[in-house]
């Protein structure tokens, strides 16, 4: 009779497993779908920063009260770094702020510095192709 019981427990509780390990894939399924078309519809940096950061653009604008450029460019980086640092140290845990929020704070940065970098290397290679190329040269003596 207790081998019966046992059986029972042990089929029950694979059939509870095998359910949920299929449901989560199927939601991590729909969910890397969902990203693809992200990235397809030409939102590639915005589908590989809310990969990383799970945080939209306008919630980490938000977070360290910048002002969200009107005309598409981005914000500006020392504004950026300049909130960043004030409210990081204002949410210190040693000094009684909330380690949460220092964290919010920290993904709010890196999300808009994953949508600022692209940008300002563009910008940097533009203004070095305008230049030229100009090595320096030294003759031997």
């Known amino acids: 009779m207790a081998y019966r019981l046992i059986t029972q427990v042990v089929v029950v509780g694979?059939?509870?497993?095998?359910?949920?390990?299929?449901?989560?894939?199927?939601?991590?399924?729909a969910s890397s779908q969902y990203q693809r078309a992200q990235q397809k519809n030409g939102n590639a940096a915005t589908g590989r920063?809310?990969?990383?950061?799970?945080?939209?653009?306008?919630?980490?604008?938000?977070?360290l009260n910048v002002n969200k450029p009107a005309d598409g460019t981005v914000a500006n980086m020392e504004e950026v770094m300049e909130r960043f640092k004030?409210?990081?140290?204002?949410?210190?845990?040693e000094k009684g702020?909330?380690?949460?929020?220092?964290?919010?704070?920290?993904r709010a940065r890196e999300r808009l510095e994953a949508e600022i970098r692209?940008?300002?290397e563009e910008k940097q290679a533009e203004e070095e192709v305008k230049e030229g190329w100009n090595p320096k040269i030294y003759k031997d003596r």
Do not use: C
């Not at 694979?14 to 399924?29: D, I, N, T």
């Not at 004030?86 to 845990?93: G, H, W």
């Not at 702020?97 to 920290?106: A, D, E, P, R």
């Open 14 to 29: 694979s059939r509870v497993l095998g359910r949920a390990f299929a449901e989560a894939y199927k939601q991590a399924a």
């Open 49 to 63: 920063a809310s990969l990383t950061s799970g945080m939209t653009l306008d919630e980490a604008y938000k977070i």
């Open 86 to 93: 004030r409210l990081f140290d204002a949410n210190n845990p």
């Open 97 to 106: 702020g909330s380690f949460y929020l220092q964290s919010k704070v920290v």
């Open 118 to 120: 692209p940008k300002m």
